[in-house]
């Protein structure tokens, strides 16, 4: 009777190069992702065997995918002051310049077109053209009178951007439109006539000096400011005082809603108010005709 060995000959063992058990503490690192790919780095944070393609770089050594997604989920996005995300660019400012140059290009090539068509008119507005709200927002004197958005588009080159950056772009947007539409219902309620963006600048005013006093800033350098362009409003002939302050005033009261909202419902709070501005506007349209008719 015989047996077989407990060790046999390694002259009987096939020829061949060997493969390591992966079972066994000899076996080659692979990649959790690739098993296919050897690699003797790990991820910092689960210690897993990672290939080139899953290495992402971290403070310390590597990490991988899964390590660094979950990472990105516990790490709290960058704000504005008063939310939205933060700007390095303030796009709205650019974009809005843009569009007053291209509107007042077309008043170069046709003025009495584009004012008849889209100019601020409080009959025309109670008649159900709507739209001259916010298109007079963007046409101005026409030429050859030069001055006019020449002061209203150097405002906004110089006070727009600081403000996107603190508001962020979105609320931003919205307090320049709100104020540009508040200071055509002034004009609808009690003027009859007007073109320009002096409106909204004027309600960014206002809200430079709501968002001075939340971020205790020294108030005095706005409220001269304030001061001295609604003096400039009653004092220089053919401006609209009903334009400008209805500006400043929606420009204030929106970014103060917007400033001082509940931290833990900003987000919503904001959101209605820009819907609660524009029911406003549109119950005033709705129930009262033009005062000054």
């Excluded at 409003?233 to 420009?251: E, Y």
Aim: proline share 7%; with cysteine; glycine share 8%.
């Amino acid at each position: 009777m015989t047996t077989q060995p407990d060790h046999p000959n390694p002259a009987d063992r096939p020829q061949g190069p060997e493969r390591p058990d992966p079972n066994t503490s000899d076996a080659l690192p692979m990649c959790y992702r690739h098993p296919d790919r050897e690699t003797y780095v790990r991820c910092q944070r689960c210690d897993r065997s990672i290939c080139p393609d899953c290495m992402r770089a971290a403070a310390v050594g590597h990490q991988c995918p899964e390590c660094v997604r979950d990472g990105n989920k516990t790490v709290r996005r960058a704000e504005a002051a008063f939310g939205g995300r933060p700007v390095t660019t303030p796009v709205v400012t650019w974009a809005l310049l843009a569009i007053n140059v291209l509107a007042y290009l077309g008043e170069v090539i046709n003025a009495p077109a584009v004012l008849d068509r889209f100019m601020m008119s409080a009959d025309h507005v109670a008649a159900g053209e709507w739209w001259r709200l916010f298109t007079s927002a963007f046409l101005h004197a026409e030429p050859p009178s030069y001055w006019h958005i020449l002061f209203n588009m150097w405002a906004l080159f110089a006070i727009g951007p600081q403000l996107e950056k603190i508001l962020g772009s979105l609320r931003f947007a919205a307090v320049y439109l709100l104020s540009a539409l508040g200071g055509s219902m002034a004009v609808y309620l009690f003027g009859s006539y007007a073109v320009g963006a002096s409106g909204a600048i004027y309600g960014l005013f206002g809200a430079m000096f709501v968002i001075s006093r939340r971020m205790g800033y020294d108030v005095r350098g706005v409220l001269w400011l304030i001061g001295i362009n609604v003096v400039l409003t009653f004092v220089v002939p053919g401006i609209s005082w009903q334009g400008h302050l209805g500006g400043l005033v929606a420009g204030a009261v929106v970014t103060a809603l917007f400033a001082y909202a509940p931290a833990r419902s900003r987000k919503a709070f904001q959101l209605a108010t820009v819907a609660g501005m524009l029911v406003v506007y549109l119950a005033i349209l709705m129930a009262v005709p033009p005062l000054a008719a």
